[in-house]
C-alpha cells in the first residue's frame, strides 16, 4: 500500500528554538531534522494539552516548567497516542487509558535535561533503590527489584554518573537507557515568532497552492479523478455537484480569486 503524500520530517532550528517548514529558518541558520511518526500528523500543543502536560509532570516529578511551543505528533494505540516534542527532541508519549480512564506521560531520556534541574521527586538511586548493586554489565534493558515500594509508572533513573528513564510495575522497574546529562538553557519563543521566522516558507506555500487551482480551475474531469480516488481511499460518496464536494469547492475558490 502506498503512503499518503505528506511532510514525514519537521525542521528545527536550534539557534532561534523554532519549527520550521523549510529547511532553511529567517535568522540564516540551516536546520535539523527531526522524523515525525506515522501518520505523520504534527500539531501545536493547544491550552488543554499544556495544562495536562504540566500537570502530569507535576503529579511525577514536582514543577517542571516546559517552553510554550511545544508540538503533539500523533500515533497508533489504543485510544489517544501523542509523542510530545519539546526544542525538537523527543519529550515523551502522552496517552490515554481509556479503560482507566485517565492519561499518563512517559518521558523519554532525551527530555531530563529539561526535567532533571527542577524535578524533586520521581528519582530512583538505582543503586541505593534496587538490588542492581552486585550487577555488573549493561544496565539499559535490565529488570530489577527495588528494595521498597513505589508507585507504578514512570520514574527518573540515577546510576552513578549517568540518567535515565524507567518503568516501575509490580515491584520491579525496567531500566531503559542510561546516558549523561547535562542541563541546558535555550530560548523560548512564542508562536508569533514560529510564524514569522517561517513566513518564507508559508508564502511558496501559498504561491504553490495558487497555482495549482488556477491551472486545474473548471476543470471538471479533474474534479471527477480527485473524488473517485478519493472514495476509493475513504469509501466515501463522490460529489461533485456546484457547492458541496469536488467541484463545488473549485468553484468557491475560483469566486474567490476572480
Not at 525538537?88 to 479503560?99: H, K, S, V, Y
Not at 517561517?198 to 486545474?216: G, M
Amino acid at each position: 500500500m502506498r503512503e499518503p503524500a505528506v511532510k514525514k520530517i519537521l525542521y528545527w532550528c536550534d539557534r532561534c528554538n523554532i519549527p520550521l517548514i523549510g529547511r532553511t529558518c529567517a535568522c540564516g541558520a540551516r536546520s535539523r531534522e527531526v522524523r515525525l511518526q506515522q501518520p505523520y500528523d504534527l500539531r501545536p500543543a493547544l491550552a488543554a494539552d499544556m495544562t495536562l502536560i504540566r500537570s502530569l509532570l507535576a503529579e511525577q516529578f514536582g514543577e517542571i516548567p516546559i517552553p510554550e511551543v511545544v508540538l503533539l505528533n500523533k500515533t497508533g494505540g489504543i485510544d489517544r497516542t501523542d509523542l510530545v516534542i519539546v526544542h525538537g527532541d523527543r519529550f515523551g508519549w502522552l496517552t490515554f487509558d481509556p479503560i482507566a480512564r485517565k492519561s499518563s506521560l512517559d518521558i523519554t531520556p532525551e527530555a531530563l535535561p529539561q526535567i532533571l534541574p527542577y524535578a524533586e521527586r520521581g528519582i530512583l538511586d538505582l543503586e541505593a533503590g534496587t538490588d542492581a548493586g552486585s550487577h555488573e554489565g549493561r544496565i539499559g534493558g535490565k529488570r530489577f527489584s527495588l528494595t521498597s515500594p513505589l508507585p507504578d509508572g514512570t520514574v527518573i533513573i540515577s546510576y552513578r554518573d549517568l540518567f535515565g528513564t524507567g518503568i516501575v510495575r509490580d515491584g520491579m522497574v525496567r531500566v531503559r537507557k542510561l546516558i549523561p546529562v547535562e542541563p541546558r538553557s535555550r530560548p523560548n519563543p512564542g508562536w508569533d515568532e514560529v510564524i514569522e521566522k517561517n513566513q518564507y516558507h508559508l508564502k511558496n506555500l501559498e504561491r504553490s497552492a495558487v497555482r495549482t487551482i488556477r491551472k486545474y480551475m473548471g476543470d471538471s474531469a479533474v474534479c471527477e479523478r480527485i473524488i473517485l480516488r478519493r472514495q476509493r481511499q475513504h469509501r466515501h460518496p463522490p460529489s461533485c455537484a456546484p457547492g458541496g464536494g469536488g467541484e463545488g469547492i473549485l468553484h468557491q475558490l475560483r469566486d474567490r480569486t476572480t
